[in-house]
């Protein structure tokens, strides 16, 4: 069983960096760390990075998590190799450029990309964006999957990760006391379909709602509050066709006995508030 400790980052391919960065700073409220060559870090929490956009194919996504050691990577390893999955070492040059010690990567059925990563880098200062938006940390990644029980199955079976809930097929998964950390949407094809951000408080939410609505961005979802997770939300669509989403008040999941729930697929078990969603993954 490979042990997932943490979400490390997102790498997100993109067909204008200046653009990409500038909505990430100027409307997410993310901070820039760093830009070299053909790449930009940015983020919202103690992390060194969040996200890095990479100048290229927009459909380039990478998503990592974090290992405790050395010895967590190589058992890692030999469970995938086992398993019949293609896993690849990162090089010094490409450690140096996810800004960790070591890493592996290798791809989920789908064809969903994914790194294992020891010992990313934290970040020594305090993080100050350009605009408050209220963000207190990278939570979750939406994914695309051209399978929901198989690549359950897949997680479940080779990590930690256990499913506290289903929408449909849809499986909202964790390997913490966070209800998710990782979701699964049936799509067409593979790829991070949204990116979450915690914020402090609901008023951060409506805020940024007014702020965003006022700067033209598309909201495809929301202001709203998930049945599964009790999260209040707001989503909205970024370059590239990523979608980004602020909550609040994720249920945090401390009792033993908690048993996952099976809710329907429809708008009701998206939002209990009523909002429906313009998200093609979360359409029946």
Not at 50 to 69: Q, S
Not at 74 to 98: H, K, P, Q, Y
Not at 135 to 159: K, M, P, Y
């Amino acid at each position: 069983m490979i042990e997932i400790i943490d979400l490390a980052y997102a790498r997100l391919g993109t067909a204008d960096l200046k653009a990409a960065v500038e909505f990430a700073t100027d409307l997410v409220g993310l901070q820039i760390t760093r830009q070299e060559d053909n790449r930009a870090y940015l983020r919202g929490d103690d992390r060194d990075h969040d996200i890095c956009y990479i100048e290229g194919r927009p459909d380039e996504h990478v998503l990592a998590f974090v290992l405790k050691d050395n010895e967590a990577l190589e058992a890692a390893w030999n469970e995938l190799s086992e398993a019949g999955v293609a896993v690849t070492r990162g090089t010094e040059d490409e450690c140096a450029e996810r800004r960790v010690m070591q890493f592996i990567t290798f791809s989920d059925p789908t064809g969903n990309r994914f790194d294992l990563v020891v010992r990313p880098f934290k970040a020594t200062r305090r993080y100050f964006p350009t605009r408050d938006a209220g963000i207190a940390e990278f939570s979750h990644v939406g994914l695309r999957t051209t399978d929901a029980r198989r690549d359950e199955a897949f997680w479940t079976q080779h990590f930690n990760i256990r499913a506290n809930d289903w929408i449909g097929d849809a499986a909202l998964l964790s390997f913490d006391a966070v209800h998710h950390r990782i979701a699964l949407f049936p799509a067409d094809r593979p790829g991070i379909q949204h990116v979450n951000f915690q914020v402090a408080s609901i008023d951060d939410i409506m805020r940024s709602y007014h702020f965003l609505m006022s700067r033209q961005v598309r909201i495809v979802f929301g202001p709203g509050r998930h049945a599964t997770s009790g999260a209040m939300f707001l989503y909205f669509e970024g370059p590239d066709g990523v979608i980004y989403e602020y909550s609040h008040g994720v249920r945090i999941i401390d009792d033993p006995d908690y048993r996952p729930r099976q809710f329907p697929f429809t708008p009701e078990a998206f939002c209990v508030w009523g909002t429906k969603p313009d998200i093609p993954e979360f359409q029946s």
